[in-house]
């Protein structure tokens, strides 16, 4: 049922919305909808709604009958204090924020003709609009507008890094840093991560290298989620070390909530993101010249693949406790070749060969469920060049349904997204 009203809300087929509660008599005005969120959290995030005058940002969670926000345990979670309107079919029970305020809610009017057809949206709404159309582009057109969407992609994530260089003041370790950091956190704990590294920076971090138990503190601190480690004595042992290099250094943790972890891997908790981060602050050389200029993808497994301390395998954390392979194919792809690119251009070393070999058109393509989608539609990624890419087309075409834009809509159909 609630997947059939993120579509209508997120394709804007309801007939009505009609506020409710204090709102009752305002005019709601949707001027975006937001992004879908498939993980843990609010339905849609980065949402505009214009209440009478007022503009708001931020998320909307959606459901049958209001009183369920109370049933799945909403009112508890600090994610969802940011919601901004509940979009509802019944609005059966108010939502009362601690701070004593109503969350704004409206009522979502579904067009009843629909109701039959929710099966058939939503098997269309898993597909690609242009899935039936994609594989009559000739290759060599493709392959053309694919390297141009990865260039233009690439350059997006270069001028990321300097932006976050700017934020470090031209410090270039504290910018890698924080880049990493927003890698481990793998989409879904990326803001949250970067967020982590400024407010601990990687000084303080690198003054206690030589004490893994100090730094594990030092980040799981920081981060709040000291609660998290699994062995009481252990968690408490940390606890003590954070309390007092806090105390020392001026820090505070991040808010509760911060980070999310429902529906998440034991090994992509970001408490064990951060334990793995603790073990290469300590054993490899990151911060200098040596990572933008790894030579080969093997030399970078040697740097970025040590075990956790024995302790912490095991149990729900199961294996050595190492980045996968995977994860550095990840870091390679979203750390490495953008922070090298903007590294060579600032000291104008661009066409240098070193490490040529860690290049997107030189490394294996990602497999997710954007590639896999193109997939599905006869458009298969063969490097990272490529997934990137396709990543990009999704991103700046297919979520924000501009196929009337989009370099492969040669091969739509004149009606082909106007069912979507």
Known sequence: MEAFLHYIWAHRRYTELIPQGALAGARIEVLDPGVLNVHAGPDFFAAKVRIDDLLWVGAVEIHHASSEWHQHHHDTDPAYRSVILHVVEQDNRPVIFPSGEALPTCLLMVPEELRPEAAALLSAEAKL??????????EEERRMWLSCLSRS???RKVAAVRQLLERSEGDWAQALYALFLRALGFGLNGDAMERLAFALPLHLLLKHRDQLPQ?????????????????????EERQREYAFLAHKYGLTPLPQGTFRRARTRPTGLPEYRLLQLATLIVQAPLWGSVFPEMP????L???LRHPLPAHYCGGKWRGSGMLSEEAVAHIAINVLVPY???WRAHYQRVGEQVGEELCLDKLPAETNHVTRLFAEAGLTARSAQESQALLQLHTDYCTPQRCHRCPFSVALSPCSCALR
């Open 153 to 155: 992609r690439l350059s």
């Open 215 to 235: 730094v594990e503190a030092l980040l799981l601190g920081s981060a709040g989620l000291l609660d998290y480690l699994p062995d009481e004595a252990l968690r």
């Open 296 to 299: 080969s993808m093997e030399s």
């Open 129 to 138: 609009p242009c899935a039936d159309h994609l594989a009559s582009v000739p």
């Open 340 to 342: 090298r690119e903007a």
């Open 301 to 303: 497994m040697t740097l």
